[in-house]
């Protein structure tokens, strides 16, 4: 079920034919009605990169409140396991590395990005009270930089923002000195955390992303090698509230889950690029 604000029907076109799947294009801000059983909902509707949820505050606002509480009811109705989308982002700046899920963050509610860390601290709030309330499953995945094929030219987050320049021939944009750092995990590690966190019966948040640190300078100059790019690197003011670090404690999946992520930087950028060398022209 997608509204395709940021979404793309291309992802599922090769699915439609299988009787197993259904596409849906609805927006979850809106009364949600499905017909039959439902084992579980995974809840992974929003914009998550910067530049998104600052095109769509107020739909990034209203998806984290209206959206997950129609997707709790659903759940409530049909007795089905509930997932929660988390993000990093709910510890803001943070004054603590690494973060652990025992860390309440430090967020500034009305900074341009306080639409997406505040709609994601409510949304783990609602799902906290419907379990607490209503009793049933319900499981919340802070989910850390996560970067992989299929992700869109200009999804603005930092991997495929360097990719494409440096495929392109254009300078490299690193915001402010370069040294804010940030913590990739590639798509199949986090699918499987995802899966395991979901047949788990762990309601508390867990932290799911890649324990491994880089500043943005050394993932930039990373990119430019793995292309053979002789792209330069050039800097830009750093915008508001950007945090300086970003690196998970990941003990709870590890003990909990027996998750750890398994690809590296180096082969996940490989992956990744071999995907857009492929896709985009």
């Known amino acids: 079920m997608d509204n395709l604000l940021t979404g793309r029907r291309s992802h599922v076109e090769p699915l439609l034919a299988n009787p197993r799947f259904r596409f849906i ?5 809106k009364p949600i009605v499905v017909d039959g059983a439902l084992q579980s909902v995974w809840h992974f509707a929003s914009p998550a990169s910067p530049a998104e949820y600052h095109r769509y505050p107020i739909q990034t606002l209203k998806v984290g409140a209206l959206g997950t509480h129609n997707t709790l009811g659903l759940c409530r109705d049909k007795g089905a ?4 989308a988390s993000t990093s982002e709910v510890y803001g700046d943070p004054q603590e590395t690494p973060q652990a899920e025992t860390y309440w963050g430090n967020v500034n509610p009305i900074g341009p990005r306080g639409v ?12 906290m009270a419907y379990h607490r309330v209503h009793g049933f499953q319900t499981h919340i995945a802070r989910i850390f930089n996560t970067y992989g094929s299929r992700m869109r030219p200009d999804d603005g987050r930092a991997i495929p923002t360097f990719i494409m320049q440096a495929l392109r021939g254009e300078d490299l944009t690193v915001y402010g000195d370069g040294t804010q750092t940030r913590s990739f995990c590639y798509v199949d590690d986090m699918i499987t955390a ?12 867990v932290n799911l992303g890649n324990p491994e640190e880089y500043t943005i300078l050394e993932v930039a100059r990373r990119v430019i090698q793995a292309t053979g790019s ?3 690197i050039v800097f830009r003011p750093l915008p508001q509230d950007d945090p300086k670090t970003r690196r998970p404690d990941i003990t709870r999946a590890n003990t909990l889950l027996q998750w750890a992520p398994t690809v590296g930087l180096a082969e996940g950028l490989q992956r990744t ?9």
């Open 116 to 127: 997406y860390d505040e709609a994601k601290r409510f949304a783990e709030a609602m799902t």
């Open 81 to 84: 396991a509930f997932l929660l």
């Open 25 to 29: 294009e609805h927006d979850v801000t």
């Open 273 to 281: 690029l071999a995907w857009f060398r492929r896709t985009v022209s």
């Open 194 to 205: 995802f899966e395991r966190l979901m047949d788990s019966d762990v309601a508390e948040p």
């Open 230 to 232: 002789s792209s330069r």
